[in-house]
């Protein structure tokens, strides 16, 4: 990837884009990062630890790996007990206090700069919008109610449920919101932020536009095989709004 990718002026990357936006007729979202940092003033790292630390004092250090016990990532901690205890109280459990810590979560979540217009102009002009996400279905709801998005998305919200073999990157969310949806992949068009979206993406035959918040982002993004990312929504909206014209 070159620095044409995030470029918001003339050239490939803003081609690549209209060339995107032009052939989705529904557009998935990710949810955390291209909707809003989730936990922007509820730290990741400390729901992660808790999580640990949860564990831990039930007597279950051993059902986490090191390097499991020591990520920054909530849904790491998942994956690792789901592997070891599938279909378990144990598992269903934790997933429902990741859910509730990311319900506290949505009080502090900031909005991605550009996203919430994004969203209204893209239903205003008829496309069909779904969100397909490894976080709670019920947070996201929750979310979208509190900045009046939900009607550009309900009912076609999919999210994390207790068979976490089908997060990310399984294209089962995608999968299911293009089912719901009765789209075509060719004329869809997935928003995510990380290498799991963009595999996903890449499974489901769904055209993937990476968001790269910070150069970290971008990089991984690029690794992973992102054709097209922008540091910014803002050009993907000028070119919408250029359709309204």
């Excluded at 979560?105 to 550009?114: D, I």
Aim: overall charge neutral.
């Amino acid at each position: 990837m070159t620095s044409d990718t995030t470029r918001t002026g003339p050239g490939p990357a803003t081609d690549n884009l209209g060339r995107l936006v032009s052939g989705a007729r529904f557009v998935l979202w990710d949810f955390d990062g291209p909707i809003c940092r989730l936990f922007a003033g509820h730290r990741a790292e400390r729901v992660a630890a808790d999580l640990v630390d949860w564990l831990e004092h039930r007597g279950l250090r051993g059902v986490l790996t090191d390097e499991e016990r020591e990520s920054p990532d909530p849904h790491a901690v998942l994956r690792g007990v789901d592997r070891r205890c599938p279909r378990s109280d144990l598992v269903e459990e934790l997933e429902e206090r990741l859910t509730q810590e990311e319900l506290r979560a949505t009080a502090s979540a900031m909005p991605t700069a550009y996203a919430d217009p994004l969203i209204r102009t893209w239903t205003a002009l008829g496309v069909r919008l779904a969100v397909a996400t490894n976080n709670s279905p019920r947070v996201v709801r929750t979310y979208l109610s509190g900045r009046g998005l939900l009607p550009s998305f309900a009912p076609h919200i999919y999210g994390r449920t207790e068979e976490l073999r089908l997060l990310k990157p399984d294209p089962h969310t995608l999968v299911q919101a293009l089912n719901a949806l009765g789209a075509v992949p060719s004329a869809s068009l997935f928003i995510g932020d990380s290498p799991s979206d963009c595999e996903a993406a890449r499974r489901a035959g769904v055209p993937f536009l990476g968001y790269g918040r910070d150069g970290r982002k971008t990089r991984l993004l690029a690794d992973a095989g992102a054709d097209t990312v922008v540091g910014s929504f803002e050009p993907l909206l000028e070119l919408l709004r250029h359709r309204t014209r």
